[in-house]
């Protein structure tokens, strides 16, 4: 078991590019969420995926943002026409189940829209 | 909707006390609460679960309390050592139906003096 992976660890990136990011959850994992951290605050949760199904989007995320688990394992979050405010930790999680367990984190990619 | 209070300012403490943190929610009673601690730089990294009807949980040198009367959990760590200097969060359900989604606390920073 080697825990959750996402790459790249950081990104530095230009206003109006577009970017994606890469997690790769515990492999008996079914459950797979993003978050968005900045400083001084906690996680926000952007999406989760049951398999490879996108189960809920928050209504805070522009159309710009959009992830995949094509075949249940690996996911992707891409970021359409970076904006400055898009600068953040992107938190990728697994767990096991769909009720009452704990999530396991990577450590993150580091955004920074320049 | 749910909404969770975490001391913003930072703990301060010597080595050897008890640190206490303090979680507060606003809404409905979770099933559940969760306590993550988060490294500078790393993802964040699961703790101890606590159900509802569960009073307090131990683990090694931590200890959680979840009161529903007062909407509140605090979170202990006795005979505290520099190395648990770290940010501490505190996590509920999004929801009452628990899809194991999570909303999370900002976190409030302990620092253990030697």
């Known amino acids: 078991d080697t825990g959750v992976s996402q790459n790249p660890r950081h990104k530095i990136t230009k206003r109006g590019q577009n970017v994606t990011f890469r997690c790769d959850p515990i492999?008996?994992?079914?459950?797979l969420y993003w978050y968005r951290q900045t400083l001084g605050q906690g996680p926000e949760f952007l999406t989760y995926?049951?398999?490879?199904?996108?189960?809920?989007k928050s209504r805070l995320l522009s159309d710009r943002f959009s992830a995949e688990r094509p075949k249940g394992s690996f996911s992707t979050l891409e970021i359409q026409r970076t904006e400055q405010g898009d600068s953040a930790m992107y938190l990728c999680?697994?767990?096991?189940?769909?009720?009452?367990?704990?999530?396991?984190f990577g450590p993150g990619t580091r955004l920074t829209v320049t | 909707s749910q909404k969770i209070e975490q001391n913003s300012e930072a703990l301060n403490i010597q080595e050897g006390k008890t640190a206490t943190l303090t979680c507060n929610y606003t809404n409905y009673s979770p099933a559940y609460l969760q306590w993550y601690r988060q490294d500078p730089g790393r993802g964040p990294v699961f703790l101890l679960l606590?159900?509802?009807?569960?009073k307090e949980k131990r683990k090694e040198r931590l200890k959680v309390t979840f009161d529903t009367t007062l909407k509140q959990s605090l979170f202990h760590i006795t005979a505290s050592q520099p190395a648990d200097s770290a940010t501490y969060l505190c996590a509920l359900p999004s929801d009452p139906s628990n899809t194991g989604k999570l909303i999370f606390g900002q976190g409030t920073t302990l620092q253990v003096k030697p």
């Open positions: 999680a697994s767990s096991s189940g769909t009720g009452v367990y704990e999530q396991y």
């Open positions: 995926f049951q398999n490879e199904a996108q189960l809920e």
């Open positions: 606590i159900r509802e009807n569960e």
């Open positions: 492999s008996e994992h079914n459950r």
